[in-house]
């Protein structure tokens, strides 16, 4: 029987009939319109793509997606997204979260969906805010943050989403940007060869209960001096001039500039997303503007066995090993009779 050969597909393909409901201006838009080019680049049928999702405002894309999909309930999107994926290893299982939904009710499943390495693609739109629910503030809200549930500031320290990702023993993990389509298009590619949970963060604005939150790093005047787009095997270089980079100073990251102090492009650390020791990717995670620009790109990206990988090999070895081949073995094995 010859292989099945794959259709091509435009954007176009993956969107659905249903009316878009997010906010004019929200930053769910662009990163659906970003997935959707991604997709029909990936090389996978478009039946053979699951979208699951959990409660919030990023959980409606399932029904922007002309694709199987399924909206759960709040914080389950993992319990959902591994099981399809465990029961139909074949599909490309995109699983979309928001900050609310992935690490407060849903953090076990987080972390553990994480741990546990199902070859899924988890995208986490994180805008620092609860939008669904109308303006609470999140789990990543910024301290001294002002929200209808923190009216004199918030004063809980937020995660960093790569950190739970890397102290969850996590091999993927990128950055992106709501508006940096390009980038992310080039994320989910990388994401989806990934054999693994690939998780991607993207910082997105919310117009209504967070607006601007991240307009200070992507402000197009300022937009190079203050971001970094790292890529594997090449120096960690930035600016509108790309004359500014990362170099190790001891244990810590120093900003330079090329050419000045002694500093030359050789002094530029190389990334490296395939290195399994998380140390400098966790210092790349960490960077905040003013002191670093901060990363973006695919910050982590390391080979290791997918639990769907592991499964397989272990029921190969375990029916190898058994006795019992067929339902025959298991009704005639032990005591019998024969009835007369």
């Given at each position: 029987m010859g292989q099945i050969e794959t259709k091509k597909y435009t954007p176009k393909d993956f969107k659905s009939d249903q009316e878009i409901r997010w906010c004019a201006g929200c930053g769910d838009t662009a990163i659906l319109n970003s997935v959707q080019k991604a997709m029909a680049q990936l090389g996978h049928n478009k039946e053979d793509y699951a979208v699951i999702s959990g409660i919030g405002c990023s959980s409606r894309f399932p029904y922007y997606m002309n694709t199987y999909g399924f909206h759960g309930i709040h914080g389950r999107a993992g319990a959902l997204a591994s099981g399809v994926k465990i029961a139909n290893p074949k599909l490309s299982v995109w699983q979309i979260t928001g900050d609310g939904d992935a690490m407060a009710i849903g953090g076990n499943h987080f972390i553990h969906e994480i741990r546990r390495n199902i070859d899924v693609n988890l995208l986490l739109f994180n805008n620092e805010i609860y939008g669904l629910t109308k303006g609470q503030y999140s789990p990543t809200s910024k301290v001294g943050q002002v929200t209808k549930t923190s009216p004199y500031g918030n004063i809980d320290n937020p995660f960093n989403p790569g950190e739970l990702v890397i102290g969850s023993q996590g091999k993927f993990f990128a950055r992106g940007v709501d508006i940096l389509l390009n980038l992310?298009?080039?994320?989910?590619?990388?994401?989806?060869?990934?054999?693994?949970?690939?998780?991607?963060?993207?910082?997105?604005?919310?117009?209504?209960?967070?607006?601007?939150?991240?307009?200070?790093?992507?402000?197009?005047?300022?937009?190079?001096?203050?971001?970094?787009?790292?890529?594997?095997?090449?120096?960690?270089?930035?600016?509108?001039?790309?004359?500014?980079?990362?170099?190790?100073?001891?244990?810590?990251?120093?900003?330079?500039?090329?050419?000045?102090?002694?500093?030359?492009?050789?002094?530029?650390?190389?990334?490296?997303?395939?290195?399994?020791?998380?140390?400098?990717?966790?210092?790349?995670i960490n960077m905040q503007?003013?002191?670093?620009?901060?990363?973006?790109?695919?910050?982590?990206?390391?080979?290791?066995?997918?639990?769907?990988?592991?499964?397989?090999?272990?029921?190969k070895e375990t029916v190898a090993k058994s006795k019992f081949k067929c339902l025959d073995d298991i009704l005639y094995s032990g005591n019998t009779w024969e009835v007369k």
């Open positions: 992310n298009i080039d994320i989910f590619k990388l994401a989806d060869a990934h054999k693994g949970t690939s998780v991607v963060e993207i910082l997105q604005n919310c117009v209504i209960y967070n607006d601007g939150s991240f307009a200070h790093l992507t402000g197009k005047e300022f937009r190079e001096d203050r971001l970094i787009t790292l890529e594997h095997g090449k120096p960690m270089v930035f600016g509108a001039d790309k004359n500014k980079g990362l170099k190790l100073k001891g244990f810590d990251l120093e900003v330079v500039t090329i050419g000045e102090n002694g500093n030359t492009i050789d002094d530029i650390i190389v990334h490296d997303a395939k290195n399994p020791d998380p140390s400098l990717h966790l210092k790349l503007y003013p002191k670093y620009p901060v990363a973006l790109g695919v910050i982590r990206d390391v080979d290791a066995p997918s639990y769907n990988d592991l499964m397989d090999e272990s029921i």
